[in-house]
């Protein structure tokens, strides 16, 4: 697949930024996969950059490079209203290759190269380079003392950047025993991991066969009785029970 993009922006304070961009994503066979991208920017300075206010400060202590020794000097910070803007552009490729579909492993190379053009950067440190590529930056008495130093942004020539990483990605799931166990039962190929043993609830009680929710043999509930009857299982008790206050009422009656 291809893709596109483009923006123009209008800056009141500033002016008109461009910006562009395209892509590709590609996989001629299975398993290779390339993707490219470009993307081109136009960057503005920002408002503390241009419009910050001039400040100057006496006895600053700075290394200098050009005589190898610490002096006190002006330092010069704040806004430069002479400043552009930057170009940026970013170029990307990237190859992921997976090898084998029935494993989880991918082996993938990333290029990035960054070009800038006018970049946007301070004088953070006098350095001898600095002083040669911006000598109006740094000024110096009569003796070749530095005595003032303007730290304020300024646009470079350009810069450049390239990096190249390269990976592989590997992944396995790791199973437990009972996981491999489970498995291999769906699968037919084993037994079943879970027999012989009792779950909460799966027995009535250990060791009487029932099965969860019936009752023994012994304990099935008798049908109620019928109106004037007398519960089953009780008759006997209750007839020997009435014969013998029948035998002591004879036995007391007097002669």
Do not use: C
């Amino acid at each position: 697949s291809l893709n596109g993009n483009a923006a123009v922006n209008r800056l009141s304070d500033f002016g008109t930024l461009t910006s562009y961009g395209y892509g590709l994503n590609w996989g001629p066979i299975e398993g290779v996969r390339v993707i490219g991208s470009s993307n081109q920017q136009d960057v503005a300075p920002s408002a503390a950059q241009l419009g910050g206010p001039v400040v100057v400060t006496p006895n600053v202590r700075v290394f200098d490079f050009v005589q190898g020794q610490t002096v006190t000097v002006t330092t010069v910070t704040g806004g430069n209203p002479d400043l552009r803007s930057s170009s940026r552009r970013v170029t990307r490729l990237a190859l992921n290759l997976k090898p084998w579909s029935d494993k989880d492993l991918t082996l993938t190379a990333n290029y990035t190269k960054q070009d800038v053009r006018n970049p946007i950067q301070g004088l953070s440190s006098p350095t001898a380079a600095f002083e040669a590529a911006f000598p109006g930056r740094f000024i110096r008495d009569e003796d070749g003392n530095l005595i003032r130093v303007d730290r304020r942004s300024i646009n470079f020539a350009r810069s450049e950047s390239e990096n190249i990483r390269w990976g592989i990605n590997f992944s396995k799931p790791v199973k437990s025993k009972i996981q491999k166990q489970v498995e291999a039962f769906r699968a037919g190929t084993g037994p079943n991991p879970f027999a012989g043993l009792r779950f909460p609830g799966a027995n009535g009680r250990p060791g009487d066969g029932t099965r969860g929710g019936e009752r023994p043999a012994g304990d099935q509930p008798g049908t109620p009785p019928a109106a004037g009857e007398r519960p089953a299982g009780g008759s006997s008790q209750a007839s020997q029970a009435a014969q013998a206050n029948a035998g002591e009422g004879r036995g007391s009656a007097p002669g």
